[in-house]
């Protein structure tokens, strides 16, 4: 047997019903005020106009509610010639400030709340006979307006919560933007650039050292492959939503360092790697952003530099991992802050590291990235 499941009935009211409501609501308390109220004044017509008035404020307070308490208040102030007329406005007055409160701030409401009070004040005079009624009439006033006030505070702080949720969600797909365009730049840079170079040497010596030719394209192969799969760990890792990459497809770290460090030769620079110290875990997040640092760091050499070495230092201390590549290439002069380096500085500030570049003194170029080590050993 196959059971659907279907969605509760919910009733939503349009504008026009709420209004179709709200008058025969009126109508209703209408008929009833003139009923037991209205209809035993001895002036008929005064009695008619003032229930008509205030019945006609309640389907007016839901979108003129400063309108609807005035006109409430205005029939309230009949008091004097009668008290009944402040029984028939009460409730029009009341639901009237509930809804100033509701909608309008504090600036509007709470004047609203001095004026209706004044009410409870007409039906003492003129002779302040029915001192009685002041203390019920202005609690039921204050009730409704303060009930209006704590709903509009209710929705305030809601459409604040929603606001937040929001800036948190923009702040957290910036972020995710940020780190997507760092892993493709990344991936893509280093591996174009490592191409690039073969493509353009194989293309001179093809005709006269066809084997080294043939070793320029397996490179390009190897590298290209090596960038792909990269890529295909990057896609998966978004298709996944997690953040995380596939089981199978681990994230390159610093024992990938020999590998990056053949590619980089195939693009004419030989990579000299020293690590220093004993090599413990840094956890996945921080072995990938040392990885990509001296990644990018050796694409600038590749692009930017004009040598053919470059050293590589991992220094494993005790509170940090200091990483240092240097090449004594051209120097600054041909290098400008550009996304390499912004993304180096971006990816270890996030684990509270630094990154210094610049031309050194004698010659050549110096990055130096020091990445704090977790206290507890993960990242």
């Keep these: 047997m196959r059971s659907e499941y279907r969605a509760p009935l919910r009733l939503r009211l349009g504008p026009r019903h709420w209004l179709l409501l709200d008058g025969l609501v009126a109508a209703l308390f209408g008929v009833f005020t003139f009923g037991i109220l209205g209809a035993r004044e001895a002036n008929e017509a005064l ?6 008035l205030a019945t006609s404020t309640l389907p007016l307070a ?3 509610p400063v309108m609807a308490a005035a006109g409430a208040l205005a029939v309230f102030w009949l008091s004097p010639i009668s008290p009944r007329y402040g029984w028939i406005a009460l409730v029009p007055l009341a639901y009237s400030l509930y809804r100033v409160a509701e909608r309008h701030r504090s600036a509007v409401a709470a004047p609203a709340l001095g004026a209706g009070l004044t009410a409870t004040v007409a039906g003492t005079l003129p002779s302040f006979e029915h001192l009685g009624g002041v203390v019920p009439f202005g609690f039921v006033l204050i009730v409704a307006w303060t009930i209006g006030f704590a709903v509009r505070q209710h929705r305030l702080h809601g459409e604040a919560i929603l606001r937040q949720e929001a800036q948190r969600g923009e702040e957290r797909a910036a972020q ?3 780190r997507i365009a760092r892993e493709l730049h990344d991936v893509v840079a280093h591996g174009m650039s490592v191409i690039t170079v ?6 001179l010596v093809v005709r006269t050292e066809p084997a080294q030719a043939a070793d320029a ?3 390009i192969e190897t590298t290209g492959r090596q960038s792909l799969a990269e890529l295909r760990r990057l896609l998966s890792m978004l298709r ?13 770290s610093l024992i990938d360092l020999p590998r990056l460090a053949e590619n980089t030769a195939h693009a004419g620079v030989r990579v000299d790697l020293s690590v220093q110290g004993e090599s413990l875990p840094l956890g996945p997040g921080l072995e990938l952003s040392a990885y990509r640092i001296v990644q990018e760091a050796l694409t600038n050499v590749v692009k930017h530099a004009g040598t053919d070495h470059a050293r590589v230092t991992v220094e494993h201390r005790p509170d940090a991992v200091v990483l240092d590549v240097v090449d004594r290439g051209r120097g600054g002069d041909v290098r400008q802050e550009g996304y390499g380096l912004t993304g180096m500085r971006e990816r ?5 590291g630094t990154v210094l570049a610049g031309p050194m003194p004698d010659g050549g170029f110096k990055v130096s990235a020091t990445l704090p080590r977790p206290a507890d050993g993960t990242s």
């Design 62 to 64: 839901r979108q003129r």
């Design 240 to 252: 996944a939503g997690n953040g995380s990459p596939a089981e199978d497809e681990p994230a390159p």
């Design 176 to 178: 995710e933007r940020t």
């Design 348 to 352: 270890a500030a996030l684990y509270g």
């Design 198 to 203: 073969q493509a353009a040497y194989a293309r």
């Design 47 to 52: 009695a008619i106009t003032a229930t008509v």
């Design 217 to 219: 394209l397996a490179a």
